[in-house]
């Protein structure tokens, strides 16, 4: 394994995806997250959070999700149409096998520990992110504006870990009645969540390279989740 680079691994589909890794130095064990893309690749700002989290202690690793049409695409925030063609591409067979890839990934590292893995995702990944609580056995996920999170409302009740969502409520991108589907889904299935709606955000709040950067609800959400991961994960 190259840490701090992309690693590539192949898929039980017959694909290679190509896994950005941020270990932190030692012989661990480190609790590990799954870190998952917006839909404009795992950019300078997914990378950055993931050192961010590798500073925090984690063993972190990204998997690129537009791998099956294009390698490591990365998309300026004000080019969607751009990425269009590769996120309509992707299913969620190929989803959940990305996820595994990565899950296997790190079961495969001696520094992690196996039973404290979780999952965080932004904009596509915080749907993803959702995808990975429901078809892993993880401790912990987090998703933050997860766009189209409503398609994988009968996922809820195969949840594994306790879901923190958070939502911008200027966010013109994810409806209310999203946000109520995949909350009351999730309540329905007796599982454990906190959802938490940021009324003066807007999508994408958290990525200070975005113009709807909100730095304060940036700085509230990440110590939230921080402490999330913390009381789980650790």
Partial sequence: ???????????????????????????????????????????????????????????????????????????????????????????????????????????EQDTVSKDKIGSVGFCLGGRVSFLANATLPLAAAVSYYGGGLDQFADEAVNLNGPHLFYWGGLDKHIPQETITTIVDAVKAAGKDYTSVTISYADHGFNCDERESYQPLAAKEAWAHTLAFFENRLK
Avoid: W
Wanted: aromatic content about 12%; proline content about 6%.
């Fill in 1 to 107: 394994m190259t840490n701090h680079e992309f690693n590539t691994v192949t898929l039980a589909d017959h694909t290679e995806i190509d896994l950005y890794t941020a270990f932190p130095e030692g012989a661990g064990p480190f609790p590990a997250i799954i870190l998952l893309q917006e839909a404009f690749g795992v950019n300078h700002h997914i990378r950055n959070v993931a050192e961010r989290l590798c500073a925090e202690g984690y063993a972190v690793v990204s998997p690129d999700l537009f791998h099956r049409t294009v390698r490591r695409i990365e998309v300026a925030y004000n080019d969607f149409p751009s990425v269009v063609p590769h996120f309509q591409a992707i299913t969620k067979e190929g989803l959940t096998a990305d996820l595994k890839g990565a899950y296997d990934f790190l079961l």
